[in-house]
């Protein structure tokens, strides 16, 4: 019997806010983005290792990492703002 062991990156859009960025100077939506990275076994992610959040411009791709609470907050904003 053998095992495959792994990891696997998945990159999933959480938000779209717009701001104007400190890369190109245009103010342009942002996509929050959520990035996990899990262990899995036969192909199949199972253990979650990091999640890292962060912010890219739609314009010039510039990335800002955020933190789990800054990610939070984008969602509240924009709900605020419906
Ligand atoms: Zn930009």
Do not use: D
């Amino acid at each position: 019997m053998f095992l495959i062991f792994g990891n696997s990156i998945s990159e999933s859009l959480i938000n779209v806010v717009a701001f104007i960025c400190h890369f190109c100077g245009q103010n342009v939506p942002q996509n929050v983005m959520k990035r996990s990275n899990r262990i899995s076994l036969f192909f199949i992610p199972l253990i979650p290792l990091s999640t890292k959040y962060h912010n890219r411009c739609t314009n010039c791709g510039g990335v800002t990492p955020l933190t789990a609470e800054q990610a939070k907050n984008s969602l509240a904003w924009s709900e605020s703002r419906r």
